[in-house]
């Protein structure tokens, strides 16, 4: 069946870079592609970007100039980097399977926490 | 960007209550809307895409409908398991969630 599972740091240091992992199982990263979303503690939910699955990517415009998303096909895997860490960037973040552009699949989740 | 507005923010009912909950686009999202239900410590699930179409799998007491600007997700009879945080989704442009409606049993 469908799975995502992020991975990564739990605590970053405010102005560094976050990376974290998206590692898929049960479908393929050439079919599908796939969005990151985040959530702040006790807040909504904020769409980051996404990779398609041929590759191209759009980013939300509030965070384009901080953010990039890459992918390994061969390991199933799609990455997420943001630089320059502030402390509002604390939040659980989610890699979603896309299908027609939306969220259908989700991981777990990882809580990422921004300390100064 | 286009921005959602959800109400009301926090709704509470009784089970076996009809429920709705809004949700307001900034400009026309062509019916390009989902709905999501978010229970407390889990990942959002797809409840409804394309305004009013029901996901594999989701009861049948939910509903969606709308066009142009408003929308509304309907749960005919509120069950207990239907507490949750529930977020409509634009993925007209620029995908945008809106800012939830946290559902509790009176």
């Known amino acids: 069946q469908v799975q995502l599972k992020e991975s990564g740091p739990v605590l970053v240091q405010a102005s560094e870079t976050l990376s974290l992992t998206c590692t898929v199982s049960g479908f393929s990263l050439t079919n599908y592609g796939v969005i990151w979303v985040r959530q702040p503690p006790g807040k909504g939910l904020e769409w980051m970007g996404i990779?398609?699955?041929?590759?191209?990517?759009d980013y939300n415009s509030a965070l384009k100039s901080r953010l990039s998303i890459n992918r390994d096909t061969s390991k199933s895997q799609v990455f997420l980097k943001m630089n320059s860490l502030q402390t509002d960037d604390t939040a659980i973040y989610y890699c979603t399977r896309e299908e027609f552009g939306v969220p259908l699949d989700w991981g777990q989740g990882v809580m990422v926490t921004v300390s100064s | 960007d286009i921005q959602m507005t959800q109400s009301p923010s926090l709704l509470s009912a009784s089970v076996g209550d009809r429920v709705t909950l809004n949700c307001k686009a900034s400009?026309?999202?062509?019916?390009?809307l989902n709905w999501y239900q978010q229970k407390l410590g889990e990942a959002p699930k797809l409840l409804i895409y394309?305004?009013?179409n029901l996901q594999t799998g989701i009861p049948s007491r939910f509903s969606g409908s709308g066009s142009g600007t408003d929308y509304t997700l309907t749960i005919s009879s509120l069950q207990p398991e239907d507490v949750a945080t529930y977020y409509c989704y634009q993925y007209n442009s620029g995908p945008t969630f809106g800012s939830g409606t946290k559902l509790e049993i009176k």
């Open positions: 990779i398609w699955r041929n590759g191209n990517t």
């Open positions: 400009q026309n999202i062509n019916k390009n």
């Open positions: 394309y305004t009013n």
